[in-house]
C-alpha cells in the first residue's frame, strides 16, 4: 500500500501582471516581518493539509467538476492577524463568485470525503508577511486595489524544504467553461 502523503491546497495562482501588483503592495507593508516569496505569493480558497496520494485523484475529479463562472477580484485592504501574526491583502467586499466557488469546491470536496480541516470561517486573504512583530503600526493605506481578473483554479503542493514553504501547481482548471 501507497502511504505517501502530499499536502495539498486548492488556490488562486496570479499571473505574472497580478503576482507583480502582489509583490508591490507587499513591499508596502513595513519590513517587520518574513516577507512571502514572490513565487509563493497566491489566495488558497481549500485547505486540504495531508492527503494521500493514492486520494489526490478524487480531489483531482472534485475540483475539475466544479461549475463556477470567471470574476474579478478586487483586493482593497491590507491587514494584520496578531495572533497568526501574519501580514495580508484581501477584500473589503469579497465577491458572490468567490465564496461561491469556495462553498462549491467545499462541497463537492465533503462529498468525496475531504472533511474541512478548518472550523474558523473562510476568509479570502494573500499573507504577504509571516511572523510579523506584534508592535506593528496601523496596516499601511493602498494606493489602488488590486485588480485581479480569475479566470481558473490550482490545486497545489506544499513542500517543505530548507529555505521554507515551496509551492507547486500540480494542475489548473479553467473557470467558466460549463
Ligand atoms: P496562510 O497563508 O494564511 O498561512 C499553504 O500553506 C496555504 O494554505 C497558505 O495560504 C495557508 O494560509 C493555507 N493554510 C495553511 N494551513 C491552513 C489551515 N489549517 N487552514 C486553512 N488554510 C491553511
Do not use: I
Not at 494584520?80 to 470536496?109: E, F, H, I, K, N
Not at 493605506?141 to 509551492?167: I, M
Amino acid at each position: 500500500m501507497n502511504t505517501a502523503v502530499q499536502r495539498l491546497f486548492l488556490a488562486l495562482w496570479p499571473g505574472d501582471a497580478v503576482r507583480a501588483r502582489l509583490m508591490q503592495v507587499r513591499d508596502t507593508v513595513p519590513a517587520r516581518g518574513r516577507p512571502v516569496a514572490d513565487a509563493n505569493l497566491h489566495l488558497t480558497l481549500v485547505f486540504m493539509g495531508s492527503v494521500a496520494v493514492s486520494r489526490r485523484p478524487a480531489v483531482e475529479a472534485a475540483a475539475a467538476g466544479a461549475a463556477a463562472p470567471a470574476f474579478t477580484l478586487e483586493l482593497d485592504q491590507v491587514g494584520y492577524w496578531p495572533r497568526a501574526r501574519v501580514a495580508w491583502l484581501g477584500s473589503t467586499a469579497p465577491p458572490p463568485a468567490l465564496t461561491g466557488l469556495v462553498d462549491c469546491l467545499q462541497t463537492r470536496l465533503a462529498s468525496a470525503g475531504f472533511g474541512d480541516p478548518d472550523p474558523r470561517p473562510y476568509r479570502p486573504h494573500v499573507t504577504l508577511l509571516r511572523h510579523v512583530d506584534k508592535r506593528l503600526g496601523p496596516p499601511p493605506a493602498l494606493q489602488a486595489p488590486v485588480t485581479w481578473p480569475v479566470s481558473s483554479v490550482s490545486l497545489v503542493e506544499s513542500v517543505t524544504c530548507a529555505a521554507g514553504a515551496e509551492y507547486r501547481v500540480l494542475h489548473t482548471w479553467p473557470l467558466g467553461g460549463h
